[in-house]
């Protein structure tokens, strides 16, 4: 089967189009002819993590598909079976954080940027039906994400307000149609105009710059929370608009790590910090659920073919997209 695989250099270098083996069905486990595919910031990482030394990796997260092969002793999916992915393995039910032994698919094991993959049947939905090839396949680990951080980690309600820094990415377009559907006021950032006014046409209520002075844009608004994704150059700015007994939710960090923090202000406006990562197979359950009580779809930014690897990664590595990437896997 032809797979990207990641091998012999970290980065860019040691990404290549190539055959390799394809993969046998354990006790347990399904087989998926992989239609599509999606491209997530975490493939970026994954090309530094993945070792020079180590065996070589077939990358990416996300995928849908059809089920080819199940083995004997599984009862929640047969052959023929049109399905979605859920990334996330070890981790079923809810709880404050990820249990000891969570992974992701697409790093230690191999992921869906090929023909064929097998999993846990545990790790497979039935595809939402309003849902086609390209959108189903790059749903899961971003709208996983959003959905997490927004309900289950920021609370949110309907007649909340919710300011979204950094609105192109596939996560944020998920965030703002998730908190649109929740009945919240929504508003983002971007440092691109383009990507303002696309945000307004999707529904947003108020659409800003990044690199503007937040304090004097929103200062006729009240922020209950602030869902903080780029880390070191917007993490201020967001807990000084944040109401206060506001929320700021993180779960990425796309700039710097680090960030300072004026603790004075940050106890005086009795402020919530609240860390969210990926989620739950049962947070995957209630997120579909989600979709399709409210219809709702991804914002597919392009779609390529396994051999424009090199270009699709360019597009999301220079921020270039507004919403998801997608691979087209079956021709």
Do not use: C
């Amino acid at each position: 089967m032809k797979a990207i695989i990641h091998e012999g250099k970290q980065g860019m270098e040691g990404l290549s189009l190539r055959d390799f083996q394809e993969p046998e069905v354990n006790s347990g486990m399904v087989k998926i002819k992989l239609m599509t595919a999606g491209l997530n910031r975490r493939d970026l990482m994954v090309l530094t993590r993945h070792k020079e030394e180590q065996p070589p990796l077939i990358i990416g997260s996300d995928g849908a598909g059809t089920i080819v092969e199940a083995a004997g002793d599984v009862t929640n999916a047969a052959e023929g079976d049109e399905v979605i992915i859920n990334p996330g393995l070890g981790w079923s039910q809810n709880s404050e954080a990820p249990p000891a032994g969570f992974e992701i698919v697409g790093l230690p094991d191999h992921g869906t940027f090929a023909q064929y993959i097998t999993l846990p049947a545990a790790n497979v939905e039935k595809k939402p039906a309003h849902l086609n090839w390209e959108e189903a396949g790059v749903l899961s680990l971003a709208a996983l994400t959003a959905y997490r951080v927004l309900f289950t980690r920021a609370k949110l309600k309907a007649g909340d307000t919710v300011l979204v820094p950094g609105i192109g990415s596939g996560v944020g377009t998920f965030l703002l149609k998730f908190a649109k559907a929740a009945g919240a006021r929504v508003i983002v950032t971007s440092r691109s105009e383009d990507k303002q006014q696309k945000a307004l046409e999707l529904g947003a209520d108020r659409s800003i710059s990044t690199n503007s002075d937040w304090n004097e844009d929103l200062k006729d608004e009240t922020v209950d929370i602030v869902i903080e994704s780029i880390g070191r150059t917007t993490f201020e700015k967001s807990l000084n608009v944040v109401r206060k007994g506001g929320t700021v939710a993180t779960f990425g960090a796309t700039t710097e790590d680090k960030v300072e923090i004026d603790i004075r202000h940050f106890f005086y406006s009795q402020l919530n910090l609240k860390g969210s990562t990926m989620g739950s197979a049962e947070e995957f359950s209630q997120m579909l659920q989600f979709i399709e009580k409210h219809s709702i779809t991804p914002v597919v930014d392009s779609v390529y073919a396994l051999e424009e690897y090199e270009v699709a990664f360019k597009r999301l590595k220079d921020s270039k997209n507004l919403g998801k990437i997608a691979f087209r896997i079956d021709e």
